[in-house]
Nanobody
Framework: QVQLVESGGGSVQAGGSLRFSCAAS????????MAWFRQAPGKEREFVSG???????KYADSVKGRFTISKDNAKNTLHLQMNSLNLEDTAMYYC?????????????????????WGRGTLVIVSS
């Protein structure tokens, strides 16, 4: 049974930094993608960043240059380093992973491609 458990959310002032982690249990897959999505109040869930098992990564334009995604394969843990946070980054952040049996050549950004989801961790950025 696959489980994704996020940690590291919290409150931070604008301009500050946070680092998330997502521990994946029961999940090992080649050709798969793990990603971070977020949902701000009153808005739809959106792609933030993803990383392929081939180590390529992708970022939403809104976070490019500020966020860095990484994966510790030995610990099967996904990370997201977020710097220069602004008020628009306030959201619930979710870890997601594609199904083990699906092979992706690129990094999908639509949530419909992701089978497994964590419960989310909240980030509040204040001025």
């Amino acid at each position: 049974q696959v489980q994704l458990v996020e940690s590291g959310g919290g409150s931070v002032q604008a301009g500050g930094s946070l680092r998330f982690s997502c521990a994946a249990s029961g999940y090992t897959a080649s050709g798969a993608v793990m990603a971070w999505f977020r949902q701000a109040p009153g808005k739809e869930r959106e792609f933030v960043s993803g990383i392929h098992t081939d180590t390529t990564s992708k970022y939403a334009d809104s976070v490019k240059g500020r966020f860095t995604i990484s994966k510790d394969n030995a610990k099967n843990t996904l990370h997201l380093q977020m710097n220069s946070l602004n008020l628009e980054d306030t959201a619930m952040y979710y870890c997601a992973a594609t199904h083990e049996l699906r092979v992706f050549k690129g990094i999908p950004t639509s949530e419909r491609h992701f089978t497994y989801w964590g419960r989310g961790t909240l980030v509040i950025v204040s001025s």
